[in-house]
């Protein structure tokens, strides 16, 4: 059947509704897209806006177009004929960074990409990359500082509103377009190539301080083997320079882990020389996991996807137990209405939702890129959302009762206790910990799954820059050079992470968690949403989905992305940029210097988008607008007229905003395949 239905289309036919409706249901029934021994000549044929042509080596169907003009049946049948195209290998096991290099492989020999080897793999990795330590670190500490029970109710509000909208968009981007992050925006239009470099820059940057928070619990669960657990004896004389901590767990935190000062004290530029070490253990393991990628086998994803719930479990039972944790909770879940007025926490309350599903960050779009065209990404992404959420507000229980027990010991009320910033959780948790029989246990197996949460987040990160470079080629990044490549990022993470370890390393992590976690990632999402809605068309977005995958998007979906989560973003940014500019918007102990490097980390993501924005102007200039992948045109002229400007055709640039929503005319111009969609004669 698909041989004649080949020999239709190539004699100008169209196929019936009947003969559609057969070829559709025999094609997913034979499985052809995973069916390895399925001979790539039953692959049908790919249709072109100027008629059916045999598909050619170098052409990955970045040619089709999708016109009004032509019929709907065709349109279908050029998109189906991606997904119904050769066979490809599946790659188990690999991070993003080794799937890069073979797609760069498989692109010089012709070959297709590569793939996850199954769907459950691709899964747990984006679960990995999205629940870590948001959740379990940041999340607690986030309710803290913004009213407890006021801050869930922004939450939920943003994380279903504006954080799963854009979450979706990225999976199904990076699995339409087939591209990772920084290919697939300059191929939707080449000016918006910045977006790309952006995503990878703020990854990156934001991996300096979050492989600090792995390097804590490195410390953590080094000390966890001496009996009694050193954060369970008041005044520990050993490291002790002032008792001004409420606690022996503060105490130890801010005495003994961190010696913690602000900026003011001269001696805030001091390295924490144990803390250094545990630093270049944190970033070993992320260059030997990049390195040789990660095998998993069922039982082992079994474990590591369940075992910090039964931790948290543990925990939480023994939390809700202590005496005074009722009044934790009831600080928790009792919302404070006066709060919901201040924009700042709704602007944090977005930002959680961000950070903690990955949104922005580039990872899923690589991720996304190697699943097969027809996974249904939408329920994948609504699972990771619930499954995320109901992380951080179970996180939330374990430390609020915690906290309540913390305040009742005191005599003040939970609001009031002095516990706060990065070093909550590991205050909070490690109390729990203290309480409960064999401490010792419990505390080696809540750290090691505190790092195991951490770490895949962290490769994520690092993951995202190093394939960004690595398949531009920049410099030395060159997929012979992968392992050095990977040395130099991890080494270069490692120097910029000494000024995390010094004795103002955590207000240091407060500057970069604003600046970067926050304003940076709501630019960035805000030009994903352009490049998609407005333009490569969200209608258009829309029918590739269906096409490919058999789902249908929900129209409330299309309606958040272009008519609430823009104007949402854009209000974000400016009220993130109006709080930031407020002279104590930091508070006494940051000095101005601290607001000069948040503004540069800030800025550095919006130059990038406008630099990448002009080459691209400048490229389009150069080369006229033409789809990526496409040759640049070619015109005879009459050079032999005595007057030859008169006879010479006038090449007109087509808006570039309709080349990419596929509605620019075609009018005589030829190339070296044939008419070239996005010139105008």
């Not at 020999?7 to 409706?21: I, R, T, V």
Request: hydrophobic share 45%; glycine share 8%; proline share 6%.
């Amino acid at each position: 059947r698909s041989t004649r239905f080949q020999q239709q289309l190539e004699e100008g036919n169209d196929l019936s509704d009947d003969a559609w409706a057969d070829l559709v249901r025999s094609a997913r029934t034979l499985g052809f897209e995973n069916d390895p021994g399925a001979p790539a000549g039953t692959a049908l044929v790919r249709v072109r806006s100027d008629g059916p042509h045999k598909p050619q080596d170098n052409d990955d169907g970045r040619n089709l177009t999708r016109r009004a003009s032509v019929p709907a049946r065709v349109r279908r049948m050029a998109t189906l004929s991606e997904t119904l195209r050769s066979p490809t290998t599946p790659v188990r096991a690999l991070s993003s960074v080794n799937m890069a290099v073979a797609s760069i492989d498989a692109e010089k020999h012709g070959r297709e990409r590569p793939q996850w080897g199954s769907r459950l793999e691709y899964l747990l990795s984006v679960i990995g990359f999205a629940v870590g330590l948001g959740n379990v670190w940041r999340a607690p500490k986030l309710f803290m500082e913004n009213g407890g029970g006021a801050f869930l109710i922004p939450y939920f509000v943003m994380m279903f509103v504006v954080g799963m909208p854009i979450f979706v968009l990225e999976l199904g981007a990076g699995q339409i377009f087939q591209r990772t992050t920084c290919k697939l925006w300059g191929k939707i239009d080449r000016r918006l190539a910045g977006v790309g470099w952006a995503s990878a820059f703020v990854a990156y940057v934001g991996s300096f301080y979050y492989n600090v928070v792995i390097t804590w619990s490195v410390y953590y669960l080094g000390v966890s083997f001496k009996s009694p657990l050193p954060w369970t004896t008041a005044n520990p004389a050993a490291c002790m320079r002032n008792a001004t901590a409420d606690t022996a767990a503060e105490q130890y935190w801010t005495e003994c882990v961190t010696h913690s000062t602000h900026f003011t004290d001269p001696e805030w530029t001091t390295v924490n020389w144990p803390l250094a070490v545990c630093l270049a253990i944190a970033w070993l393991v992320c260059f030997f996991a990049l390195r040789q990628g990660i095998e998993s086998s069922g039982k082992v994803v079994l474990v590591t996807a369940t075992f910090p719930y039964v931790v948290l479990f543990v925990l939480f039972v023994r939390g809700v137990t202590l005496e005074g944790a009722a009044e934790g909770i009831r600080y928790f879940v009792t919302p404070t209405f006066s709060k919901l007025a201040e924009p700042s926490v709704w602007i944090r309350a977005a930002n959680q939702c961000f950070y903690s599903l990955g949104a922005g960050f580039g990872a899923h779009v690589s991720y996304a890129s190697y699943n097969p065209r027809s996974t249904p990404f939408f329920k994948d992404a609504v699972l990771v959302t619930v499954v995320n959420a109901a992380t951080s507000i179970f996180a939330g229980f374990v430390v609020f009762s915690i906290l309540g027990h913390l305040a009742h010991e005191q005599g003040v009320p939970v609001q009031q206790l002095s516990i706060g910033g990065p070093g909550l959780a590991f205050i909070a948790y490690p109390t729990a910990i203290s309480l409960i029989p064999w401490g010792n246990v419990w505390a080696l197996s809540f750290f090691v799954m505190l790092g195991m949460l951490g770490i895949d987040s962290q490769l994520g990160t690092v993951e995202v820059f190093a394939t960004a470079l690595i398949e531009q080629q920049v410099w030395f990044f060159k997929p012979e050079n992968q392992q050095r490549s990977i040395a130099f990022i991890c080494a270069l993470g490692f120097v910029a992470g000494i000024g995390f370890v010094t004795y103002g390393g955590v207000d240091m992590v407060d500057v970069f968690d604003y600046y970067i976690a926050l304003y940076a990632l709501f630019v960035v999402c805000f030009f994903e949403l352009f490049a998609v809605v407005y333009v490569h068309g969200v209608a258009q977005f829309r029918e590739q989905v269906r096409l490919e995958t058999g789902t249908t998007l929900p129209g409330w979906l299309l309606f958040l992305w272009k008519w609430v989560n823009m104007p949402v973003l854009a209000v974000l940014v400016g009220l993130s940029i109006y709080s930031a500019a407020q002279p104590d918007f930091l508070g006494p102990e940051f000095p101005p210097w601290t607001l000069g490097l948040g503004w540069a980390l800030a800025s550095a993501p919006v130059l990038i988008l406008v630099g990448m924005f002009f080459r691209g102007v400048h490229r389009n200039a150069l080369k006229g607008r033409y789809h990526a992948g496409d040759h640049p045109p070619t015109v005879k002229i009459d050079r032999t007229a005595s007057k030859a400007k008169a006879n010479q055709p006038q090449l007109e640039q087509a808006s570039p905003w309709d080349c990419a929503r596929g509605r620019s005319q075609m009018l005589g111009v030829s190339g070296p395949k044939g008419p070239r969609p996005g010139i105008k004669l």
